[in-house]
């Protein structure tokens, strides 16, 4: 299986802030991965496709870069709305794999 | 806008079978290039993909839950179900359907579901 470890696994940030969060893959998996965001209680939604592709409808504060085994989500400028869990996912090989989530809150 | 909507018991003994149904809303699982697919997330933990398929036929589950796993297509009332034999307390978790090309654009409220005699 390939492992995506995303770093930090918590971050502390005010609104305002540019954050990023790292997301590294154990094996090249080109640009076949893709960012939700998570709130408790709640399903995650697609933040980003293809590790740059951001989806319909969300906000352009939400970036991602990268390819192979190594990829960045970027909020340029944070939103109360915000402060949530983000997952990596990688979807170039069977079975699809999820990094362990960074969880964004208030500093 | 594709819904999705998990539906099944909430509490499973131990050895028995978990099963769950996807009613999908407002397209159909046999159009497009969807993977139907479910996932499931430890309560306050991370994801795991269960696994997915395909009105085409194409079928890919995580090896770690393969020989228990079994996700259908019910064309006819548009329903994805998920079977998984032999249940134990690491079973315990919520339960997502969700659809998408490998990345998922869809995903249902979740259910979940707790295996305890």
Redesign the interface.
């Given at each position: 299986?390939i492992q995506m470890t995303q770093s930090p696994s918590t971050l502390s940030a005010s609104v305002g802030d540019r954050v990023t969060i790292t997301c590294r893959a154990s094996q090249r998996i080109s640009s076949?991965l893709?960012w939700?965001q998570q709130k408790p209680g709640?399903?995650?939604?697609?933040l980003i496709?293809?590790a740059s592709s951001l989806q319909g409808g969300v906000p352009s504060r939400f970036s991602g870069s990268g390819s192979g085994t190594e990829f960045t989500l970027t909020i340029s400028s944070l939103q109360p709305d915000d402060f949530a869990t983000y997952?990596c996912?990688q979807?170039d090989n069977?079975?699809?794999?999820?990094?362990?989530?960074t969880k964004l809150d208030f500093k | 806008q594709v819904q999705l909507q998990e539906s099944g018991p909430g509490l499973v003994k131990p050895s028995q079978t978990l099963s769950l149904t996807c009613a999908v809303s407002g397209g159909s699982i046999t159009s497009g290039a969807n993977f139907w697919t479910w996932i499931r997330q430890d309560p306050g933990k991370?994801?795991?993909?269960i696994?997915h398929t395909s009105y085409s036929g194409k079928t890919?589950?995580?090896?770690?839950l393969k020989s228990r796993v079994l996700i259908s297509l019910d064309t006819a009332q548009n329903q994805i179900s998920l079977k998984l034999t032999s249940v134990t307390a690491a079973d315990t978790a919520v339960y997502?359907c969700a659809g998408?090309v490998?990345?998922?654009?869809y995903?249902?409220?979740?259910t979940l579901v707790t295996v305890s005699s």
């Open positions: 299986d076949w893709a939700y709640k399903a995650p939604t697609l496709s293809r997952y996912q979807y069977y079975p699809y794999t999820f990094g362990q989530g | 991370g994801l795991e993909w696994g890919s589950y995580n090896p770690s997502y998408g490998g990345f998922i654009d995903w249902g409220q979740g």
